[in-house]
């Protein structure tokens, strides 16, 4: 699948590694609707000024997000992931994580939602998401003999509309990495 990223920011050096990321994301997600027939996938880097008016616009919350997924407009392209650089580099410190497997987390995420996965609707959609996410995640990094993460049994926390829930689960000696869901800064 060929990756085409245009980036707003003119400090942004991680193109090379978005495309190796992405292709070895798309390599461990399920076949669904077309997943492989895919031949591209758009990814526009951005500030915090253009995140929020794209948020404003489509979700109407007026704030920067980390990354908004939509629906592709060409034949055979999977779709478009709009990702906020400035969000991403401040996720990775209150995550403990480098700045790269944030956006790799990050894209697994908007992947996702270009699946159809949804985060907002209900507690069992969000938490099959989250699972699936931290699945590919986990075995992602396991790959990456660079990965600056803390892999101690830490608990995923996220948030729906309706509540908060708790979830951990033990995948053989991999445990969970701490990730904190916000359902107003994701999509």
């Not at 990321?21 to 031949?39: H, N, V, Y």
């Not at 489509?58 to 920067?64: A, E, I, L, Q, S």
């Not at 979830?167 to 991999?174: A, L």
């Amino acid at each position: 699948m060929k990756t085409e990223i245009y980036s707003q920011i003119r400090s942004f050096s991680h193109s090379k590694s978005i495309k190796s990321w992405c292709r070895k994301i798309i390599a461990l997600m399920p076949d669904e609707k077309g997943l492989k027939a895919a031949s591209s996938l758009q990814i526009a880097i951005v500030d915090l000024a253009e995140s929020q008016r794209l948020n404003f616009q489509f979700r109407k919350k007026n704030k920067p997000t980390d990354i908004l997924s939509f629906e592709p407009t060409e034949p055979h392209s999977l779709g478009e992931l709009v990702i906020c650089w400035p969000v991403i580099q401040n996720q990775a410190k209150e995550h403990e994580l480098s700045v790269e497997l944030e956006l790799v987390y990050m894209l697994i995420h908007g992947i996702l939602h270009l699946l159809g996965y949804e985060h907002e609707k209900s507690d069992k959609m969000a938490l099959a998401m989250y699972r699936l996410q931290d699945d590919i995640f986990a075995r992602l990094t396991s790959l990456n003999p660079t990965k600056s993460v803390k892999t101690t049994a830490k608990k995923v926390k996220f948030q729906t509309k309706k509540k908060t829930a708790t979830s951990e689960k033990k995948s053989g000696n991999r445990n969970r990495i701490k990730r904190r869901k916000k359902s107003d800064s994701r999509y």
